[in-house]
T-cell receptor, first 114, second 115 residues
Framework: AQTVTQSQPEMSVQEAETVTLSCTYD???????LFWYKQPPSRQMILVIR??????QNATENRFSVNFQKAAKSFSLKISDSQLGDTAMYFC???????????FGKGTRLHILP | EPEVTQTPSHQVTQMGQEVILRCVPI?????FYWYRQILGQKVEFLVS????????KSEIFDDQFSVERPDGSNFTLKIRSTKLEDSAMYFC?????????????FGPGTRLTVT
């Protein structure tokens, strides 16, 4: 069975700083997708970034980037120039290719301080 | 930008009552999902639905739960006899059918409170 582990329950950083959220996962699959979802206080789940396991290049979306280490089964999220609006719960998630369900980690609550 | 919508945003019900949570997926999407998030815990998969039938369900999705696509736009989750432990946030999601695009778009959720 696949599992996703986020070892940092909560983090706080000053506005404009860079922060890295950790995630590890366990799978025997070779092809899969990894995601970071953001859940702000409004509770809506928003996809931040996606990585296909068969791509070696790390995904980037504006201030958000990932460090995907397939051999180590690690998938960290880096937020550059953090903003107050980045305050949210961040979930790391995994999905087997051609599967239906997303498997979520327990989340990291990120506070961006003014 | 198209989005998934859910109604109601908050539902309060008494234990033993039936509830129906409603979702309107993105119009050209063909795969539909329900997830649950008990307060303070991680989001858990409940069920996926395609071509008018369940394609996968989790252990949580027992006989008390059912899903339906009653018309061309709505996708519903019914809980027949609610229990206190059914109190949670329920998220609907949908995705396109194309093989290269498996992104699931989530709705804002329905908070279910069972008293």
């Amino acid at each position: 069975a696949q599992t996703v582990t986020q070892s940092q329950p909560e983090m706080s950083v000053q506005e404009a700083e860079t922060v890295t959220l950790s995630c590890t996962y366990d799978t025997s699959e070779s092809n899969y997708y990894l995601f970071w979802y953001k859940q702000p206080p409004s509770r809506q789940m928003i996809l931040v970034i996606r990585q296909e396991a068969y791509k070696q290049q790390n995904a980037t979306e504006n201030r958000f980037s990932v460090n995907f280490q397939k051999a180590a089964k690690s998938f960290s999220l880096k937020i550059s120039d953090s903003q107050l609006g980045d305050t949210a719960m961040y979930f790391c998630a995994f999905m087997k290719m051609r599967d239906d369900k997303i498997i979520f980690g327990k989340g990291t609550r990120l506070h961006i301080l003014p | 930008e198209p989005e998934v919508t859910q109604t109601p945003s908050h539902q309060v019900t008494q234990m033993g009552q039936e509830v129906i949570l409603r979702c309107v997926p993105i119009s050209n999407h063909l795969y539909f999902y329900w997830y649950r998030q008990i307060l303070g815990q991680k989001v858990e998969f409940l069920v996926s639905f395609y071509n008018n039938e369940i394609s996968e369900k989790s252990e949580i999705f027992d006989d008390q739960f059912s899903v339906e696509r009653p018309d061309g736009s709505n996708f519903t989750l019914k809980i027949r006899s609610t229990k206190l432990e059914d109190s949670a946030m329920y998220f609907c999601a949908s995705s396109e059918v194309q093989a290269l695009s498996y992104e699931q778009y989530f709705g804002p959720g329905t908070r279910l409170t069972v008293t």
